[in-house]
């Protein structure tokens, strides 16, 4: 499967726009693109860990960047001095990997040990977009509004 058709849901939505190419990059996505092996964590409702299995990585040869809501995370291996292997089963290659970040979802930390590459993040939605509740007042006019005929439409507009 290659695409997937995802009209039905852009007729409901409204900016959602991105979510079929990324859909569709996730399918379509190849072996060399699934390393290194990964895991994304939800800790609590709103903090979430990205933990990556970067073992023979040291924290200079690593990178974290995040750009317009994308995290990227790269390792470069240093050249080490020639060396003559029997079997190289290691493998020194480099790497990227991006991860789409939803909206206010910011990177707290990071922290390598044994290994393991883990990045915090939490989700802070500001007050202004969190769900309020509104009052609804009693209305103390009686009032009814008229529904003007199109003949008097007409002759307002006209004198306007």
Known sequence: MNSIDLTPFYRNSI??????SLINNALTSDVAASYPPYNIEVIDENQYAISLAVAGFDQSELDIKVEQGV???????????ERQYLHQGIANRIFERKFNLADHVEVTEASLRNGLLT?????????????RHISISQSTDTTEHKIRDKSEYKSNMAAA
């Open 119 to 131: 990045i915090s993040l939490v989700r802070e939605i500001p007050e202004a977009m969190k769900p």
């Open 71 to 81: 995290l990227t995370v790269r390792g470069e291996k240093t050249k080490p001095a």
């Open 15 to 20: 900016g959602f726009d991105r979510l079929g």
